[in-house]
């Protein structure tokens, strides 16, 4: 059964790697299933075994970045990190994982879901600071639409600032500010 998981486990890895290649190279709406399992060296009746279209192996690859991203960044607020330490964590991740951030934003209707489900995710983590004049929803929407913003500008300048300054741009820019108008502080949420 281990055996079979790790089997499992390395198709879908490779599926995921063909895409975002050919998502890269020509756009998703271009990549067909064919030349996904081409590129993956896996046989076409295999890629059915695991996914009904390229549809769902995308989410698959945009569900492993959201657990993965919420899981950093929640791992920085227990040890009383600073905003600007997120930041970089977030800038890290990115440059890590760069060719993926970069097919998951090409994609239209991939990066309105990554909107949508990253706001979500804020709005469930986070609380309202009492007395805001700003809905919790309009701020996360927010905050999420401007780090997309930051992160697709970086990419697209093939990342001219080390990711220390770029954590601290988000700090200032985004992060900060917000929190201040909308959110509760950092570790209040659960008092």
């Given at each position: 059964m281990d055996t079979q998981d790790r089997r499992v486990k390395r198709t879908q890895h490779l599926l995921a790697k063909a895409l975002i290649a050919l998502t890269l190279e020509k756009g998703f709406d271009a990549v067909t299933i064919r030349d996904i399992t081409d590129r993956a060296d896996i046989g076409y009746a295999t890629f059915f075994r695991h996914y009904k279209d390229k549809h769902e192996l995308l989410k698959d690859v945009l569900d492993v970045v959201l657990i993965e991203l919420v899981n950093l960044l929640r791992s920085s607020y227990p040890a009383g990190n600073s905003n600007?330490?997120?930041g970089v964590l977030l800038f890290r991740y990115v440059q890590e994982h760069n060719e993926v951030v970069r097919a998951l934003l090409g994609t239209h209707n991939l990066r309105q879901q990554l909107l949508k489900a990253a706001t979500n995710t804020t709005i469930s983590e986070t609380g309202p600071r009492p007395g805001s004049v700003v809905p919790l929803?309009?701020?996360s929407n927010h905050i999420v639409a401007s780090s997309i913003a930051l992160i697709e500008w970086w990419l697209d300048h093939n990342m001219p600032y080390p990711i220390e300054l770029m954590g601290n741009i988000y700090e200032e820019l985004?992060?900060?500010?917000?929190?201040?108008?909308?959110?509760?502080?950092?570790g209040q949420q659960s008092q």
């Open positions: 600007s330490t997120t929803e309009i701020a985004i992060e900060r500010p917000t929190s201040e108008a909308a959110f509760l502080a950092k």
